[in-house]
């Protein structure tokens, strides 16, 4: 294992029944880097997600973070250890305010390890005030998050990702279904959570725009596997990239 490594994957397969969503799949992200995830419909993206934050167990292979062997742990422990995820769907709580929303995520989605003089209470509003600011949600923090407009709550989301100050972020299709001011908006927030929190990310989305500029490497997944990693620009170069993924996009 090398210290550079943040997250190593190795052989990681999801079987239901014959059909394999994640088929001996190895790759790694290093501290601090960008990984952008793509590939068509079904090639398994959540799946890997689902795997990788302990939403499920995979059939076989291991999953390493920070060297240490996290595989078969549960999603709260994951979460514990520093890995969160958004999902695609609203997974908000919606008759919550969006400041009750972070703080649930603050309390639920970190340690509990005592500091001296803060509760956990005090600490998760501290961190929800963080995020109100960095996410720019601070007008918002009174507002039912059901009833967000659709950019504000993506941002939500996100913040509720990262209020529990993770040091893997997994985002599954943050920016899918925004126009380009938006997507440069939640883009913003994401660069300040590389820059300054030094937060490693893997994202998967299909908006390739957004992605090209954004990750450091990216790789395609095809039927569970890997089909191609590197840099966005080797991605035009494999005759297999652009028939599979790019040619439908
Ligand atoms: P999309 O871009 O549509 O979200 P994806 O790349 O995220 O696709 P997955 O959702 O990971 O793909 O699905 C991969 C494959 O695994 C699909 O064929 C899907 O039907 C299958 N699959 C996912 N979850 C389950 C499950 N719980 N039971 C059975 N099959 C599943």
């Given at each position: 294992h090398s210290p550079q490594h943040l997250l190593e994957v190795r052989g990681l397969t999801k079987a239901y029944g014959a059909m394999k969503a994640t088929n001996d799949l190895s790759f790694h992200v290093d501290r601090g880097e960008v990984l952008g995830i793509g590939g068509p419909n079904g090639a398994g993206k959540t799946t890997l997600f689902d795997l990788l934050s302990g939403v499920t167990p995979p059939t076989a292979g291991r999953i390493l973070f920070e060297g240490a062997d996290i595989t078969g742990l549960g999603a709260s422990a994951?979460?514990?250890?520093?890995i969160s995820r958004t999902f695609q769907l609203n997974a908000v709580f919606n008759s919550q305010t969006?400041?009750?929303?972070?703080?649930?995520?603050?309390?639920?989605g970190s340690e509990k390890r005592l500091v001296p003089g803060l509760s956990y209470d005090r600490r998760s509003e501290i961190r929800a005030a963080e995020v109100l600011d960095l996410t720019g949600l601070t007008d918002y923090a009174d507002v039912m998050a059901g009833?967000?407009?659709?950019?504000?709550?993506?941002?939500?989301?996100?913040?509720?990702?990262?209020?529990?100050?993770?040091?893997?972020?997994l985002l599954d299709e943050p920016v899918g279904g925004?126009?380009?001011?938006?997507?440069e908006t939640c883009a913003a927030v994401?660069?300040?959570?590389?820059?300054f929190r030094g937060t490693t990310i893997v994202v998967i989305e299909h908006v390739m725009s957004f992605m090209t500029a954004f990750a450091d490497r990216i790789m395609i997944l095809h039927h569970g596997a890997k089909l191609?990693?590197?840099?966005?620009?080797?991605?035009?170069?494999n005759p297999e990239v652009v028939d599979v993924f790019l040619g439908v996009s």
């Open positions: 994951i979460c514990h250890l520093g969006v400041a009750d929303n972070l703080k649930t995520c603050a309390y639920f009833a967000l407009p659709v950019l504000q709550l993506k941002l939500l989301m996100i913040g509720c990702a990262i209020v529990s100050h993770p040091k893997l972020l925004l126009n380009p001011a938006e997507i994401f660069r300040q959570l590389r820059d191609h990693e590197g840099t966005a620009g080797s991605l035009a170069d």
